[in-house]
């Protein structure tokens, strides 16, 4: 996976509570990307940055907050929890030509 | 990026080559064929990719015809770990946001 290292693994929230999915690499790749992926279909990019100080909006963006401080980090911030946010939600850097995805969190909204 | 076709699933023998077709007929001159696959509730694993060459590495090779319109992944000597959802992706150069499909559910059988 390239490095890439999404904390928490798993997560149970209530509706209207916020968090924050983290994903960190330390080998100074500059592109970050967020999917994520609802049961039976593809994965769909959230947000992306191509590098710190920089994002953008992917295919599905509503209801997420990103920011890119530092290269290493690309936190993914959900403001007002809702249940159709329960998700698996993937991590990705880029390398050399081909992104690399993280393990995943499993986000369950109730 | 050009749209990719992709038999929703295809069975193959242990130990027998498997050959997963992808279709991308409106695939423009810049845009590459990368192949992930996604073994169950983990994060896509990078295959393999190419623009318009055949490439070898040490998982799979990955054939595209000459007029780029189709391609096909090869798994040499499938094995029960080869067992996952396969996902053809077309890529434009230097845009890396990628776009999963429903891709091909392979079954490797012993």
């Known amino acids: 996976n390239a490095g890439v290292t999404q904390t928490p693994k798993f997560q149970v929230l209530k509706t209207g509570q916020s968090m924050t999915l983290q994903c960190a690499q330390d080998m100074n790749h500059e592109y970050m990307s967020w999917y994520r992926q609802d049961p039976g279909m593809g994965l769909r990019l959230i947000h992306y940055s191509v590098g710190a100080g920089i994002t953008d909006q992917g295919e599905v963006p509503n209801g997420y907050n990103v920011s890119r401080s530092t290269t290493e980090d690309f936190p993914l911030r959900l403001l007002s929890a809702a249940p159709s946010q329960t998700s698996v939600y993937f991590c990705?850097?880029?390398?050399?030509?081909?992104?690399?995805f993280g393990e995943g969190s499993w986000l369950t909204v109730v | 990026d050009a749209k990719t076709t992709q038999p929703p699933s295809m069975d193959c023998a242990e130990g027998r080559a498997a050959n997963l077709p992808c279709n991308h007929s409106?695939?423009?001159?810049?845009?590459?064929v990368y192949w992930y696959r996604q073994i169950h509730s983990q994060g896509p694993q990078y295959i393999i990719h190419g623009l318009k060459n055949n490439e070898t590495n040490e998982m799979a090779s990955l054939i595209i015809t000459e007029d780029r319109k189709s391609s096909t992944l090869i798994l040499p000597h499938a094995t029960l770990r080869d067992t996952a959802v396969y996902y053809c992706i077309v890529r434009v150069e230097f845009n890396y946001k990628l776009s999963f499909g429903a891709g091909t559910t392979v079954t490797v059988r012993a």
């Open positions: 990705a850097s880029k390398w050399g030509n081909t992104i690399y």
């Open positions: 409106t695939i423009s001159g810049n845009e590459y």
